[in-house]
């Protein structure tokens, strides 16, 4: 079977018209693939290695290379066609072109996964924002097939300031979702993502975001739907003096099965990250939140701060958590805090005591827990938010 | 307009423990009950019992509302029917902005729906009343509240939600003079339409509040009830009475 | 009984001791039998060891502990009679040794238990006095080896029943290996008044590689009991692989304390769990100094509503030493709790880990966890790390974990500095505020020890 894959995709790549660096590339990124483990994390194996093996059904993978191509499987609509984004087709991009660096960069962060969606993506944008951007850009991306494996750059320029809001989102029930999102950001500039997922209730989905970040970054992300998601940050901070700040907010039911993984490695000196997840899980939905924050030698007087929460509303819900630390210096402070609890009776008869219905006091309750706390200033994106 | 709350016989029970023992109140428009007794006398069981708090098991007795059945109904159907019932120890909603909690309670209690700005407008007016800044607008329901803003914010809700029934809990611990004042003035006020129930522990609101009837609660039960004579007798000989 | 008054110092030691029964290296079944036939044990026991042997020669090493590849269990001998009681007379104690115990300044009765010699006459009277005390009670305490022969029945229900011998890798050696170690039993409703190590503070047994100790609390019961002591224990073994399994029956009490430094190149790895049945309360109080690679991972299965954990455990790790520990609660009845505490320090290039697991599967309602590790790193070469796992499937259960590494910030410095306190003064100041939590749980003369213990380490490790 190895050997069949691997023929397909080589005579696939050969037969098309895409620039010869980028095939090397994704040959490249196959023999990764295959080289590696499911689950390169010893900390994370025993929970992960079994449930992985759901997203690799080669036999389909094989299917899609050798009728798809290259066929579009996104749609890309950009909601606010914004002045100082330029974004481009990843596969138009060319030899000599300096942004290939961007698509070839390796991080510390190797997964198999992360490799093979690289290797086959089939559709992928490469996004520059420039400082002369006005207004922010609103991307909504909308898997119109049965299997997506695409590959997104964000490069934001040097000194830039933007605004991102980026959406998932598909309209076949039971589609297979492999997205690589990666995003670099240059010297002193500061991005705002918001990125928002909400995908079909049969969707399967794994979702790599590498952040590789020279400047300041704020991401706020809602994620809903789907049957078995995988979602995977991978930061990495490696200017001095930067800020990285992250709020996740899960929506879990049905028998969702969601797997959450966020590394944060503090590479820079001086660098502060403060990640907070919130989750709630209800009905029979399976949680598994792990994050691992790590401080390299070198990277003094940094600040991280992690916190994990999780609220349980069904019987047969389950929230597994692992925050882990590395701290491999000492002029740092680091601090990571988790709780997985239930909604307070005492809470509820208190809204209650005031008239409000059960269905409203839970609603009050979960919301003010996933939401309390996110400094939005900005009302619109609050209603995007609460809309849920 | 009468309205009245008759408590007959309750006694009530968690898990093992029998708490409220063949309780009789009755508290009508106009009047103001105090209710007095030592810690773990039942005072705080009985509140909870009223507003129909599913840990404690109701084993014998009525609650009627103006001649209807409580015990049917569910909390918050209570709340609605006119009966306000104040936490001893308010909790602390994360993330809940306290303006919008207001808004839901308000709105669900007059079945009505009303605008941010109108209702802003509503609670504004009764901030300063209080004596609570309009910053409160921006927190969170009790998060970071000292125990006197804690109650303050109880007496906001008393105040907007204008119930029937009023069964205050140790709203007056922890108040200082100025707030104590307030609220007495607020429950003179509101008294020709509203009956109260106020459980306290000492008897410093009696000298802003005059009670139509004082009971003394012991050990699950009422055991004495009568005028303010009955108050002098306890500072002199204690709970030993009765 | 007196005061005890030890004045530790650390340094290496290069001699080597000559053991009177060592066997070669390696094992197999015949050496299993062998050492069964030498002590006299009855065939159940025999049998026991050999199971576990078979369960060890085919299970792996655990992969997962950083260091534990330098570990080669062949290069073992695996059984020493050093650590027989019966020795000769403290003539016969070589003179190295002697000037050790004298530079640790530990009197002379401990010297002798120390030095692997009958115990002399003062010490044997004190343990022979107190053993007669506590049998008027029913209170059972003596080495494990005497348990399996003098109490047969009451051994045979509970040796390896909380830690199976098919655990792990570990276990199953010491199922197989093990020698010495302590055995308590306490009747019903019995409160032993003070901690159990205290009667002979220096037991040679505990010189054994493979301590196997088994305590038992019938319903009622209250016991603490102190293993090692701070004196710096001198070990040529290079792995100690102990088991020691706690029963605490409904409404009982156990405190297990452990204080544990080590002086060189030791690999210690040992398995401990409690059961804890209905409304009883286990605790895990430890200790870890020094030592090449430590890994434990107290535990506690609480089986029957109300039963409580309480598992308090403190790193200290130098120079090319990594401390691997963490605890473990498993909530297995309703209206349990878990309250979890690790503290750490490491410096100079030390390594500590913490590695957690705490469980509450569906059903175990109301079930409450609160788990906190605090690390102290006072370099960049050293290496903190902290890995908490949480599963949790019940609901209704209040789960809360806190984590946080920092070091001695400069303001805390400065302001020691500006009331006069110098700089090494104020570290020990502020590590031993940092352990401070740990040392009210030791009764009042093991708390004066430890603090002397941490403040020797640091004064060798800061300089």
Redesign the interface.
């Known amino acids: 079977m190895a050997d069949l894959f691997k023929s397909y995709i080589d005579m696939k790549l050969n037969m098309s018209s895409i620039p010869r660096w980028l095939i090397d590339y994704k040959q490249k990124e196959f023999k990764e693939f295959r080289s590696m483990e499911f689950e390169a994390n010893?900390?994370f194996k025993k929970d992960s290695e079994a449930r992985e093996k759901v997203f690799l059904n080669e036999g389909e993978l094989i299917d899609f290379i050798m009728n798809k191509g290259l066929d579009k499987t996104v749609d890309y609509r950009f909601n606010k066609k914004s002045d100082g984004v330029a974004y481009r087709d990843i596969i138009s991009i060319g030899d000599d072109d300096m942004s290939r660096s961007l698509i070839e960069y390796q991080d510390n962060y190797p997964d198999k996964m992360r490799h093979l969606n690289n290797a086959l993506f089939t559709t992928g944008k490469l996004i520059d924002l420039r400082d002369d951007i006005s207004g922010e850009l609103d991307l909504t991306e909308t898997t119109k097939d049965k299997l997506e494996i695409s590959k997104d750059v964000f490069h934001v320029e040097k000194g830039s300031q933007s605004r991102v809001i980026l959406e998932f989102t598909n309209e076949i029930e039971n589609a297979r979702i492999y997205k690589n999102v990666d995003i670099f950001t240059e010297e002193d500039s500061k991005l705002t993502m918001f990125i928002r997922q909400n995908f079909r209730m049969e969707t399967i989905a794994l979702i790599n975001i590498g952040v590789h970040s020279r400047g300041d970054i704020e991401i706020i992300s809602v994620d809903t739907g789907g049957k078995i998601i995988r979602y995977k940050v991978y930061a990495e901070l490696l200017s001095g003096n930067t800020n990285y700040k992250e709020n996740k907010i899960m929506i879990c039911n049905g028998n969702q099965d969601i797997d959450v993984t966020d590394f944060v490695r503090h590479v820079g000196k001086g660098t502060k990250s403060v990640v907070n997840f919130r989750a709630s899980a209800d009905e029979e939905a399976k949680v598994v939140i792990k994050d691992i924050i790590t401080i390299e030698?070198?990277a003094?007087n940094s600040d991280a701060l992690l916190s994990s929460n999780?609220i349980?509303?069904?019987?047969?819900?389950?929230?597994?958590?692992?925050?882990?630390?590395?701290?491999?210096?000492?002029?740092?402070?680091?601090?990571?805090?988790?709780?997985?609890?239930?909604i307070?009776?005492?809470?509820e008869?208190?809204?209650?005591?005031?008239?409000?219905?059960?269905k409203?006091?839970k609603k009050?309750?979960i919301?003010?827990?996933?939401?309390?706390?996110l400094e939005l200033k900005d009302e619109a994106l609050r209603e995007r938010i609460e809309m849920n | 307009m009468e309205n009245r709350i008759d408590i007959e016989k309750l006694s009530v029970r968690i898990k093992e423990k029998n708490l409220l023992r063949e309780v009789s109140l009755h508290v009508k428009t106009g009047e103001t009950h105090i209710l007095m007794g030592p810690n773990g006398s039942g005072k705080t069981t009985l509140a909870?019992a009223i507003?129909?708090?599913?840990?404690y098991t109701v084993t014998e007795g009525r609650i009627e509302f103006n001649g209807a059945d409580m015990l049917k109904l569910?909390?918050?159907e209570r709340?609605?029917m006119g009966i306000?019932?104040?936490?001893q120890e308010?909790?602390t909603?994360?993330?809940?902005?306290t303006l919008?909690?207001l808004k839901?309670?308000y709105e669900?209690?007059n079945s009505t729906k009303v605008t941010m700005s109108e209702f802003k407008n509503i609670v504004g007016k009764n901030l300063q009343r209080i004596g609570l800044p309009e910053s409160v607008n921006e927190r969170?329901?009790n998060e970071g509240f000292s125990g006197g803003e804690k109650k303050k914010f109880e007496l906001l809700?008393l105040l907007l939600?204008k119930p029937k029934i009023a069964i205050l809990d140790e709203i007056d611990t922890g108040l200082d003079l100025d707030s104590m004042k307030v609220l007495s003035n607020a429950v003179n006020e509101m008294l020709p339409e509203t009956g109260f129930l106020i459980i306290t522990h000492n008897d410093r609101i009696l000298k802003h509040i005059k009670p139509t009837l004082v009971h003394v609660m012991k050990e699950g039960s009422i055991t004495r009830s009568g005028g303010l004579e009955l108050v002098e007798e306890i500072e002199k000989g204690g709970y030993k009475i009765g | 009984m007196g005061k005890l008054e030890i004045k530790a110092d650390r340094y290496d030691f290069k001699e080597d001791i000559d053991y009177k029964m060592r066997f070669p290296n390696g094992l197999s079944e015949k050496t299993i039998k062998n050492l069964s036939d030498i002590k006299g044990e009855p065939n159940w026991m025999k049998e026991f060891r050999l199971n576990a042997y078979r369960f060890f020669s085919r299970r792996p090493m655990p992969?997962?502990i950083d260091g534990l590849d330098q570990l080669n269990l062949d290069d073992i001998s695996y059984f020493a009679l050093a650590s027989e009681k019966k020795s000769t007379s403290w003539d016969e104690v070589p003179q190295k040794i002697k000037d050790t115990y004298d530079k640790l300044g530990i009197p002379e009765a401990e010297k002798k238990a120390l030095g692997g010699v009958e115990a002399m006459f003062d010490s044997t009277v004190v343990y022979n006095n107190v053993r007669e005390e506590l049998k008027k009670e029913g209170i059972i305490f003596c080495d494990t080896d005497s348990a399996v022969k003098d109490y047969p029945e009451l051994v045979k229900k509970y040796f390896g029943k909380v830690v199976s011998p098919n655990d792990n890798k570990f276990a199953a050696l010491n199922s197989a290996l093990w020698s010495g170690g302590s055995f308590i039993y306490v009747p019903k409703g019995v409160k032993v008044k003070l901690p159990l190590q205290a009667y002979f503070r220096i037991n040679a047994a505990n010189l054994g590689q493979f301590e196997r100790t088994l305590i038992i609390a019938d319903e009622g019961a209250d016991v603490t009991y102190i293993e090692g002591c701070s004196a710096t224990t001198y070990s040529k073994e290079s792995l100690h692989a102990a088991v020691v399994e706690i029963i605490a029956m409904k409404g009982a009490h156990v405190k297990y304390i452990t204080i544990q430094s080590w002086v060189c190149d030791v690999f210690s790895v040992s398995s401990k769990r409690a059961f804890a049945y209905e409304n009883a309360y286990v605790e895990w109080i430890d200790a870890n100094v020094g030592a090449k690679l430590t890994a434990k991972y107290p535990s506690v299965y609480m089986l029957e509503p109300g039963a409580k954990a309480n598992i308090l455990s403190i790193a200290f790790a130098d120079k090319d030493q990594h401390q691997d520990a963490g605890a473990k609660a498993v909530h297995l009845a309703p209206a349990t709790s878990s309250v979890i505490r690790s503290k750490s320090i490491c410096l100079n290039g030390g390594r500590t880990t913490y590695r957690g697991l705490v469980k509450i599967p569906?059903g175990s309602r109301d079930s409450s966890t609160s788990v906190t590790c605090d690390?102290l790193?006072?370099?960049?070469y050293?290496?903190?790390?902290?890995?908490?796992?949480?599963?949790?499937?019940?609901?209704?259960?209040?789960?809360?974990?806190?984590?946080?590494?920092?070091?001695i910030g400069d303001d805390q410095r400065l302001y020691m500095e500006s009331r006069g306190i110098p700089e090494n003064e104020g570290i020990n100041m502020i590590v031993l505020g940092f352990v401070g939590e740990f040392v009210k749980e030791l009764p009042l003369e093991f708390a004066l020890e430890f603090n002397r213990l941490i403040k020797i380490n640091m004064e060798n490790a800061v300089g």
């Open positions: 010893p900390l030698e070198g003094d999780g349980m509303l069904g019987e047969n819900t389950k929230i597994n958590s692992i925050p882990a630390l590395e701290i491999k210096t000492s002029n740092v402070k680091a601090k990571h805090s988790a709780s997985t609890r239930h307070d009776y005492q809470n008869a208190y809204c209650f005591s005031r008239g409000i219905d059960e409203e006091t009050i309750i919301n003010g827990f996933l939401l309390g706390g | 909870r507003l129909g708090d599913k840990r569910k909390p918050h709340a609605r306000f019932v104040s936490f308010p909790v909603l994360q993330g809940v902005n919008s909690f839901a309670s669900s209690i969170y329901v809700q939600l | 992969s997962w569906r690390a790193i006072f370099d960049d050293s290496r903190t790390d902290t890995y908490p796992y949480m599963e949790i499937s019940e609901e209704s259960a209040d789960v809360s974990h806190e984590a946080s590494v920092g070091k």
